[in-house]
């Protein structure tokens, strides 16, 4: 598809979701406040932020294609592209689309942008699942609640922490399933001259769900939220990336550089620990109000 038919295709991938629900989510809420303009801008070395202000998409340059890290809203492919434009980049060099998670304001882009580039999806096994429901998982603690999107079918699936050698970027799947089954975090490094930092681009950690799910009912997947949270503790971090900006302040950090090289506002080596210690709190304290609930 050539890039002045994208609009469409976006249009017809947003005409095929399902009725907003009359109950108010976040979804309908913030959905355009996720779409606002954001002019894009190198993070480090080949790591550049090409989503909409609201709403993370990350390009890397891997110097044989690009490496695209979500799609967010079916109607954010258009500002996506165009951004990538705007970097001085093509769409068609689009190789590779590396999915977070599979919730429409993270995916339901993905389709419109592979069919301008032709490039191969990348998800973990259970992101791979939900990507073809269109989000319709009911394994997922938001399922029913979360808009839907157009199935997205021939996804590449991802082993838990394999390394995928995309052009001269080696870049690591980590499975974080919590806030969705298939949940995934992917790690790399990115260079300027001989300074490399380690990239984390985390996936979100919130334990939200739909009205009647409770989590105190999954004991099995708490567990694995619960190991998810010590997974992204953990991670080669120096800078870290989310599926929401505001989750891990990154404008803030933004704002403090100095100039449009300059890092050292971006960089710090307790990101990922500080962001999975919070999303530890915020587990417990959504545990303890399921359970006072029933008492």
């Known amino acids: 598809m050539h890039l002045r038919s994208l609009s469409g295709a976006v249009l017809a991938l947003s005409l095929a979701l399902p009725a907003i629900h009359a109950a108010p989510s976040p979804y309908d809420v913030d959905r355009m406040q996720w779409n606002a303009p954001q002019k894009p801008f190198r993070i480090y070395g080949n790591t550049w932020y090409v989503g909409p202000h609201g709403l993370s998409s990350i390009l890397v340059d891997t110097g044989q294609g690009l ?35 599979a919730h ?13 580039s032709g490039a191969q999806v990348l998800a ?36 838990d922490g ?36 380690h990239i984390a681009y985390a996936d979100s950690l919130s334990a939200i769900s739909a009205p009647a799910y409770r989590f105190i009912d999954h004991p099995a997947y708490v567990a694995a939220f619960r190991k998810t949270i010590a997974t992204v503790a953990a991670l080669p971090c120096d800078i870290l990336l989310t599926p929401h900006p505001d989750a891990s302040g990154f404008w803030g950090k933004v704002a403090g550089r100095k100039s449009p090289t300059d890092v050292t506002s971006l960089i710090d080596a307790n990101a990922c620990r500080n962001y999975a210690a ?18």
Do not use: M
């Open 67 to 101: 490496a695209l890290f979500d799609g967010d809203l079916p109607e954010s492919a258009t500002q996506i592209a165009a951004r990538i434009r705007e970097l001085g980049f093509q769409v068609r060099d689009v190789k590779w689309i590396l999915n977070s998670h």
């Open 104 to 116: 429409v304001d993270h995916a339901g882009g993905i389709a419109a942008l592979r069919a301008a």
């Open 124 to 159: 973990s096994a259970a992101g791979a699942r939900e990507l073809e429901l269109g989000g319709a998982d009911r394994a997922d603690p938001q399922y029913g609640s979360a808009p839907e999107y157009a199935p997205l079918w021939n996804v590449r699936v991802v082993r």
């Open 162 to 197: 394999e390394t995928l050698q995309l052009g001269h970027v080696a870049i690591t799947a980590h499975y974080t399933p919590g806030h969705t089954p298939g949940g995934t975090s992917w790690t790399w490094d990115s260079c300027s001259g001989r300074r490399c930092l």
């Open 278 to 295: 919070e999303a530890g709190k915020n587990l417990d304290e959504r545990l303890a109000n399921e359970r006072a609930a029933v008492k």
